[in-house]
């Protein structure tokens, strides 16, 4: 478990881990052998031959290969959201292990749809590029794969191959703040949160893409538990203030996230997860501070996930995050003058209850916010607005 070897590590170089939060423990599914591209259908398969509403077309459903494995999709009724609203060209920025090109959001010979932000690793014994702070924000190392993952999850195409994202026309900026040994230093990732939202970091060129939500699949577990970091905080402060949606992930330790940062943040959209019954798994983080819950998949029951082609099944709260920060950037598409309150407010509100009332169904003090991601409950609530 690399994530205590590395919190040991991390404290006596005086740095406050926080780390990415996909559970280590994972399930690698054998990937079908590439062969020749297969035909697309000419006849899409409809959802539904019923008419649901009289007011919105039925959509189709996409034909990439993995689509029907993605149940976290099914749970959140992505289709509803997408008979709304099928894209947005919105600037979601990933603050995690950095840049890597998907096929998902570069196309052979067409435009790509992520950007190569910048490296905030600042310790250049940890950054594994041989400095410190640069232009280049490309991920290093094997948890690269993070990153990946979850600009896939917010925004892989529906192109017929690999899986969906959620709004498949968004736009990922990349942002590298964890070092090869995912771990992130505090102040390294509150620059890189101005940075993200267009705001001024001395001694880095402006951002000429900033983004209107950010995803944070990380957290700090202190020892002992001290909250939101004074250097994050004051960021988020800022980011928030200029209309930027900071979405993150409640943490994988089964404890009140309220002691975490930056779930533990005012201002931030914490989101725990739940699994495909939609109870809390044993590692998700819960309590007053977190917003609402949205599928992040059990150790036995991952979340189908693309990375380097390959679908990988994982856990943890680092991949339910993405899903909202994709949801909220669906919501900006139809209505962008939404603030960062009013998005968290339309959520919560469309948010579907959890089976029983509770997401624990054993201590009903495990709380997880407002209910489970409603992507369709969302869009029509942020048409209407
Ligand atoms: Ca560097
Ligand atoms: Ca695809």
């Known amino acids: 478990m690399f994530r205590f070897t590395s919190r040991l590590l991390a404290l006596t170089l005086g740095l406050v881990p926080l780390t990415i939060t996909g559970v280590v423990a994972a399930i690698r599914i ?96 940890r950054s594994g590029d041989g400095d410190g702070r640069d232009p280049d924000g490309s991920g290093v190392g094997p948890l690269a794969y993070h990153g990946e993952a979850v600009a896939n999850l917010i925004a892989a195409a529906r192109d017929g191959q690999g899986v ?109 997860a739940v699994d495909r019954g939609g109870q809390r798994p044993a590692y998700a983080n819960w309590g007053r501070t977190v917003a609402l819950a949205a599928p992040g998949g059990s150790p036995a029951d991952g979340l189908p996930l693309l990375s380097g082609g390959e679908l990988l099944l994982r856990n943890g709260t680092s991949f339910a995050a993405p899903q909202v920060a994709g949801v909220a950037s669906l919501m900006l598409g139809v209505n962008p003058a939404l603030t960062p309150a009013a998005l968290t407010s339309l959520l919560k509100l469309s948010a579907t209850p959890f089976p029983a009332g509770r997401c624990d169904p054993v201590n009903a003090a495990y709380t997880c916010g407002s209910g489970i991601l409603n992507a369709g409950a969302a869009l029509r609530l942020a048409a209407r607005k």
């Open 164 to 272: 969906v994202g959620v709004n498949p026309q968004a736009r990922i900026l990349h942002v590298r703040v964890a070092g090869t040994d995912g771990l992130i230093a505090p102040q390294d990732l509150a620059d890189a949160l101005r940075w993200a939202a267009g705001l001024s970091v001395p001694g880095v060129p402006m951002n000429r893409t900033p983004a209107r939500v950010v995803n944070l699949s990380l957290f700090a577990d202190f020892v002992p538990l001290t909250g939101c970091d004074a250097r994050v905080n004051a960021a988020i402060q800022a980011v928030t203030a200029r209309g930027v949606l900071v979405v993150a992930g409640a943490a994988n330790d089964g404890a009140d996230a309220s002691g975490y940062t930056p779930a533990g943040c005012a201002d931030v959209l914490t989101v725990t």
């Open 30 to 125: 054998t990937t079908p052998p590439v062969g020749p591209p297969v035909p697309v259908q000419n006849s899409p398969v409809r959802s539904s031959p019923v008419q649901t509403s009289p007011l919105l077309p039925v959509p189709t459903l996409p034909t990439d290969p993995y689509f029907a494995q993605q149940w976290n999709l099914q749970q959140i009724d992505i289709q509803g959201a997408w008979a709304v609203k099928s894209g947005a060209a919105v600037t979601v920025a990933v603050l995690d292990t950095g840049y890597v090109r998907s096929d998902e959001l570069t196309s052979p010979g067409g435009a790509s749809r992520e950007i190569n932000g910048y490296d905030f690793v600042s310790d250049a014994s």
